[in-house]
């Protein structure tokens, strides 16, 4: 069955220090892959995702996310982050079938960014 | 961003109650989900509507009764649950677009079983 694996259930960062979070998939097929991110409050709202071509994935508030195949692996970064950022952050990957896409979630992150 | 709305955000409820979630898309979408978010365990998909016809049921409890009227409304009808049952229950909506459908979501509805 197709599994996403979140290694970091906790992050404490200081601003402007940089961010990687991880995400592993297992699913041998084609996956598209997305980044969704749920700040305090808030409803989850789409980060970035990666359907096919360049595997560096640019998203919005200057996230990005580097899709490797060779390690299933599909990880967030930030160069410098800020106390905004201060969320939880699930990866996803889409099982497609049937006319429609089946969201399979990680576990999620939580950032919590100190000033 | 109000593209997907949900009603109540909070409901306490007994578990000889009824009462029912309501969720409406303003996207255009055609295809429309409810997931579970309880705490310490990641999202779960429990029901998916496509064209208005329900397409998985994720092996959710039958206390758990979804209703799709048309493409811009979910609803998911509650009745005699459990205190497990507590959690955040999100709503979503797609375009239907093959592998490279985008689903987004509405704030949920925060549910305390007592």
């Known amino acids: 069955a197709q599994s996403v694996s979140q290694h970091n259930h906790h992050v404490i960062l200081s601003e402007a220090a940089s961010l990687e979070l991880g995400c592993n998939y297992s699913?041998?097929?084609?996956?598209?892959l997305f980044w969704y991110v749920q700040y305090p409050g808030q409803h989850l709202q789409l980060l970035l995702k990666?359907?096919?071509?360049?595997?560096l994935v640019k998203g919005i508030k200057g996230f990005e996310a580097e899709f490797i195949k060779s390690k299933f692996s599909f990880n967030l970064r930030k160069p410098s982050v800020q106390w905004s950022d201060t969320a939880e952050y699930f990866c996803?990957?889409?099982?497609?079938?049937?006319?429609?896409?089946?969201?399979?979630f990680g576990a999620g992150t939580r950032l919590a960014v100190h000033p | 961003e109000t593209g997907v709305t949900q009603t109540p955000r909070h409901l306490v409820m007994g578990m000889t109650n009824k009462k029912s979630l309501k969720c409406e898309q303003h996207l255009g979408h055609n295809a429309m989900y409810w997931y579970k978010q309880s705490a310490k365990k990641p999202l779960e998909l429990m029901f998916v509507?496509?064209?208005?016809?329900?397409?998985e049921n994720n092996s959710v409890p039958s206390r758990f009764s979804p209703e799709c009227p048309n493409s811009s409304h979910l609803f998911l009808h509650l009745h005699t649950l459990q205190p497990e049952d507590s959690a955040l229950y999100l709503c979503?909506?797609?375009?239907?677009?093959?592998?490279?459908?985008?689903?987004?979501f509405g704030p949920g509805t925060r549910l305390t079983v007592l």
């Open positions: 509507y496509s064209l208005e016809e329900r397409v």
């Open positions: 996803a990957v889409t099982l497609f079938s049937g006319g429609y896409n089946k969201l399979i």
């Open positions: 699913y041998g097929g084609t996956v598209n």
């Open positions: 990666y359907f096919s071509g360049d595997p």
């Open positions: 979503a909506s797609s375009a239907r677009q093959g592998p490279t459908d985008t689903q987004y």
